[in-house]
C-alpha cells in the first residue's frame, strides 16, 4: 500500500494547482497577446504574467516549509 504523508498531499495538490493556474494564465495571456488590439492588452499580460511569477514564488516557498 502507498503511504502519503501530509506533507507530500499538500505538496502534491499546491503542484497540481499550480499547474492547473500556469495553464490558464498561458492561454488568457496568449488570447491578449494575439488577439488584442492596440498595446493596452498586452501591458495587462505582461503584469499578469510577472504577478504569476511572484504568486508561484510565494506559493512554493510556504509549501515546502510545511513541516
Same mark, same amino acid.
Given at each position: 500500500? =502507498?503511504? &502519503?504523508?501530509?506533507?507530500?498531499?499538500? #505538496?502534491? &495538490?499546491t503542484v497540481l494547482? #499550480?499547474? /492547473?493556474?500556469? &495553464? /490558464? =494564465?498561458? #492561454?488568457?495571456t496568449y488570447h491578449l497577446i494575439r488577439f488584442g488590439v492596440g498595446r493596452q492588452p498586452r501591458i495587462i499580460a505582461f503584469i499578469m504574467i510577472i504577478g504569476?511569477? =511572484?504568486l508561484t514564488t510565494i506559493s512554493m516557498m510556504l509549501s515546502l516549509t510545511i513541516k
Open positions: 500500500m =502507498i503511504d &502519503i504523508t501530509l506533507n507530500q498531499s499538500l #505538496l502534491l &495538490i494547482f #499550480l499547474l /492547473g493556474y500556469w &495553464i /490558464g =494564465i498561458f #492561454l488568457l504569476s511569477v =511572484i
